[in-house]
C-alpha cells in the first residue's frame, strides 16, 4: 500500500527582534525588490534577479516545505512587521565536485535596509535550533563566496568550518559544514 505524507507547514519561530515564518503571496513584492537589488545579489549569483525568477523562487521555498518538511523563512521585525529578509534551509541539487550529500544547505540574505544590524546571525542561530530539534540530520551545510565577509563571520558565529573549495558558475566558492551539537 502506497501511502502518502502530507506537507508540512513552516513553524514560526521568534527571537526577541524578528519573527521567521513561511512565505506566501503577500510577501512576493518585499522578496522581489530584495532579489532585484544589486547590493543583494552581488555574491549571490552576481546578478539581480528579475520578477519572473523572484517568483520562481518564492515557489521552490513553499515547494521545499511541501516535499522535505524544511524550507525558508520569511523574516520581519517583531515590533514593525517589516521585511528584512529570509533564511532557511533547501536542498538545490547543487552540481559541484565536492556534493552536500542530503545535508540540508542553510542560507540568509537580507534587504539593504537590514545590513549590519545583526539580523542574519539571530534568524540563522534560531533557525539552527529548529533543524536540531526538527531534523534528523547529522550535519547542514552553506556555501559562501570567499569575498563575502558578513556571511562568513555569520557562518562562524553559528559554528561552520570550511571544508572545501568548489567552483560554481566560474567562482570559487567556500563550502563550510556544521556538525549537530
Known amino acids: 500500500m502506497h501511502t502518502v505524507d502530507l506537507p508540512r507547514l513552516p513553524p514560526e519561530l521568534s527571537t526577541s527582534r524578528l519573527i521567521l515564518r513561511g512565505h506566501s503571496i503577500d510577501d512576493f513584492e518585499d522578496c522581489a525588490a530584495m532579489w532585484g537589488d544589486r547590493q543583494v545579489t552581488r555574491f549571490i549569483g552576481g546578478e539581480p534577479s528579475n520578477r519572473e525568477q523572484s517568483w520562481s523562487r518564492l515557489l521552490r521555498y513553499i515547494g521545499h516545505w511541501a516535499m522535505l518538511g524544511f524550507g525558508y523563512w520569511v523574516i520581519r521585525e517583531k515590533a514593525t512587521g517589516r521585511f528584512v529578509g529570509e533564511a532557511g534551509f533547501a536542498d538545490f541539487k547543487r552540481d559541484i565536485e565536492a556534493s552536500f550529500g542530503l545535508a540540508p544547505e542553510i542560507g540568509w540574505v537580507l534587504a539593504p535596509v537590514a545590513f549590519g544590524q545583526g539580523f542574519a546571525t539571530e534568524a540563522a542561530t534560531v533557525a539552527l535550533r529548529w533543524v536540531d530539534e526538527s531534523l534528523v540530520s547529522e550535519r547542514t551545510v552553506c556555501m559562501i563566496e570567499p569575498a563575502n565577509a ?13 571544508y572545501a573549495r568548489a567552483e560554481r558558475q566560474g567562482k570559487e566558492m567556500i563550502l563550510l559544514e556544521r556538525l549537530q551539537s
Open 150 to 162: 558578513a556571511s562568513l563571520r555569520v557562518a562562524a558565529k553559528c559554528g561552520y568550518r570550511e
